[in-house]
């Protein structure tokens, strides 16, 4: 019932900055609020499987990061214009992946893809050194 676009994605040089945005928009038009709802995102590097980088809950005051990311990258929200940033600074190649926003079953914060009820298709960002 709920489409996550992510948008931002693209390349960037190590050291660099880049904004992820996912927004959220209801099915054949159907009005949606994503305030009440955990957003997450995780990210698949090449040949590798998807792991989980960040997570807030719905009311954007409670958030949850990977170890490999924490203090280079900041999740937040605004429920607003349902939409979901990832701020992510310091990059790395190995930061190279692609980018998935997803939407949390309950309100909060959570970093298990199995708690997550709709996925966004992705959006690469490559870190060159």
């Known amino acids: 019932q709920v489409e996550l676009v992510e948008s931002g994605g693209g390349l960037v040089l190590a050291g660099g900055s880049r904004r992820l945005s996912c927004a959220a928009f209801g099915r054949s038009g159907r009005t949606i609020s994503i305030s009440n709802n955990g957003m997450a995102w995780f990210r698949q590097p090449p040949g590798k499987g998807r792991e989980f980088v960040a997570a807030i809950n719905g009311r954007g005051d409670d958030t949850l990061y990977a170890d490999s990311v924490k203090g280079r990258f900041t999740t937040s929200r605004n429920n607003a214009e349902n939409t979901v940033f990832l701020q992510m600074t310091s990059l790395k190649p190995d930061d190279s992946a692609v980018y998935f926003c997803?939407?949390?079953?309950?309100?909060?914060?959570?970093?298990?893809?199995?708690?997550?009820?709709?996925w966004g298709v992705g959006a690469q960002v490559t870190v060159d050194s």
């Open positions: 997803a939407l949390s079953r309950g309100a909060a914060a959570s970093m298990f893809a199995g708690t997550m009820d709709s």
